[in-house]
């Protein structure tokens, strides 16, 4: 949606591409951070025992 409304903002070709990496170098982040955040908050708790 984001590259979407830039498409739409900007008529200059370099501000588009500018806009293109902006997008998608935030996202790139996002998702390494988010796989980071998520492999260190693995379960902790030992699962409860049946008896």
Known sequence: MS???ANLAFD???M???ATIGV??????AGIGG???LSLSG?????????
Do not use: G, W
Not at 43 to 51: G, H, I
């Open 24 to 29: 998608r170098s935030a996202s790139l982040l």
């Open 43 to 51: 379960s902790r708790a030992e699962p409860a025992r049946a008896e």
């Open 35 to 37: 796989a980071v955040i």
């Open 12 to 14: 200059e070709r370099a």
């Open 16 to 18: 588009l591409v500018d």
């Open 3 to 5: 590259l979407f409304i």
